[in-house]
């Protein structure tokens, strides 16, 4: 059964730390998305890409947050440095990008990495 | 659940009765409609899609309605049982072509046994 793969599945950190998060989408996916979610927000689109490039990271606050995916088979989502405003749980989803009338996308979501930043 | 919200709206049905869960989305130019289903400390997870050239689809017990004129999205789920219990996210793709998606708040389903 395919799945989403993130890393650590729980991170505890102080203020001012990195943070990395990691994530493996499934073998042959080209899309791969991070949402973030809070109680007040719900699930916000941080950033995307498409065979590996940048499409979209209008969602993610860009002095502190930075996305990439060296390779197909990582994504990784760093902040730097932290703060207690960002704790939430980090969900990475990957999919195919084709047409909805081609059969759809509805992407497949990872476990999630939860960040409390104290 | 460490992942949803403590406000957010409740359906409290009885096990073995229909559910429908409501949904206004945000954009009419919105191509495609997802539902997913997430439990406590998981991910979402993906329901049932469907096209904006379409009003209805159905899969196993699930049922898509689709009410472009008003922005309206229902999920129904028929015979619910304690395993549905969990919170329901509607999605739409809000700009044709870039497939990414921008969900709803939640709805949480409880269902007594």
């Known amino acids: 059964d395919a799945r989403v793969t993130q890393t650590p599945r729980h991170k505890v950190t102080e203020m001012g730390q990195e943070v990395t998060m990691r994530c493996q989408p499934i073998l042959g996916h080209n899309t791969v998305f991070w949402y973030r979610q809070t109680m007040m927000q719900g699930l916000e689109l941080l950033a995307y890409f498409r065979n590996r490039a940048p499409l979209d990271d209008s969602g993610m606050p860009k002095d502190r947050f930075s996305a990439e995916m060296p390779d197909a088979t990582l994504a990784t989502l760093k902040i730097q440095p932290s703060e207690p405003r960002d704790s939430a749980v980090y969900f990475c989803?990957?999919?195919?990008?084709?047409?909805?009338?081609?059969?759809?996308?509805?992407?497949?979501f990872g476990s999630g990495t939860r960040l409390t930043v104290v | 659940g460490e992942s949803v919200g403590l406000h957010l709206p409740t359906l409290s049905v009885q096990e073995g009765d229909n559910s429908i869960i409501n949904c206004a989305y945000s954009n009419s130019a919105s191509d495609y409609f997802i539902w997913y289903k997430q439990e406590s400390g998981k991910g979402p997870q993906f329901i049932i899609d469907?096209?904006?050239?379409?009003d209805k689809r159905q899969g196993q017990r699930v049922t898509v309605l689709l009410n472009k004129t008003v922005k309206h999205l229902s999920l129904q789920i028929a015979a619910t049982q304690p395993g549905d219990s969990a919170v329901y996210f509607c999605a739409e793709n809000i700009t044709p072509g870039r497939r990414a998606l921008t969900f709803g708040s939640g709805t949480r389903l409880q269902v007594q046994p």
């Open positions: 469907i096209r904006s050239n379409m």
């Open positions: 989803a990957s999919g195919l990008s084709i047409s909805p009338r081609q059969g759809g996308y509805g992407y497949t």
